[in-house]
């Protein structure tokens, strides 16, 4: 503790984690980077997009390479009559780009993270949005060029540079699909808005799957008594609360009057 100009005792405060610090720094860091970057013109942004996730997908690739080096370096060494045939050759050499060492793959990673994400930003800004077909463009693209730099085209190097373009927009596409699926938020049912309303007001929104489970939506709420309530097991306490409820609710009573 120390003691301030009035006497008063003062707690120092205690030292922020240092890794919540370098959290903090890093996501300041990452906004300013960002609001820089959505400021410069087109062919700047892309640029600065491609160099940069070129870059990440280049220590990945490093990475990579470091656990398939030893792999790479037992491949068999083609024959020489191997290089008058040129399926033999062009297998040889996708097993080499699939299998390479850290410099092979930090250049195949870099190339497929680099154009992916330049031809994103590209097709953001013209597009105005990102899409899945703005997602399947860039994959395209990035899985035909991948397919040159690695050396796995062979012989017919346009027709091999198209058909894995094809493979990787129709991948990028499904995990496009499959992530909008999963992060939209459960579409809220419409029938039981009035029921969870009810049940939450009085503290039994526990059962709610207990009026679903019976069909009871909003529509039936007029026509409950306790019979319905007993048939779908909830207990005699929360359904003196249900029924209390219904009758003093005017809008259920108008809808059972008219109802009747």
Not at 226 to 235: F, H, Q, T, W, Y
């Amino acid at each position: 503790m120390q003691q301030g100009k009035q006497g008063v005792m003062v707690i120092p405060q205690q030292n922020q984690n240092p890794i919540e610090q370098l959290q903090a720094r890093f996501k300041e860091l990452e906004s300013g980077f960002k609001g820089w970057l959505a400021k410069q013109s087109l062919p700047v942004e892309a640029a600065v997009v491609t160099l940069t996730s070129g870059a990440q997908g280049a220590a990945i690739g490093a990475f990579m390479g470091t656990l398939t080096n030893d792999v790479s370096s037992s491949l068999p060494t083609p024959p020489p009559q191997a290089s008058l045939n040129p399926q033999a050759m062009a297998s040889f050499k996708q097993a080499q780009a699939l299998a390479g060492g850290p410099l092979v793959q930090a250049r195949n990673f870099a190339v497929m993270t680099g154009v992916n994400a330049g031809i994103s930003c590209v097709m953001k800004r013209l597009r105005g949005k990102e899409d899945v077909q703005s997602s399947m463009v860039a994959a395209f693209g990035s899985g035909a060029l991948f397919s040159l730099v690695s050396g796995m085209g062979g012989p017919n190097q346009a027709a091999n540079a198209a058909t894995s373009g094809l493979f990787f927009a129709l991948v990028q596409g499904g995990l496009f699909k499959l992530g909008q699926k999963f992060s939209q938020p459960p579409t809220e049912d419409i029938y039981y808005s009035k029921t969870r309303s009810m049940l939450s007001n009085l503290g039994l929104q526990n059962y709610e799957k207990n009026f679903k489970k019976g069909l009871l939506s909003d529509n039936t709420l007029p026509l409950l008594n306790d019979s319905a309530l007993r048939d779908v097991k909830i207990p005699p306490g929360p359904r003196l609360l249900i029924l209390d409820h219904i009758q003093r609710d005017p809008e259920i009573k108008e809808r059972r009057g008219f109802s009747s």
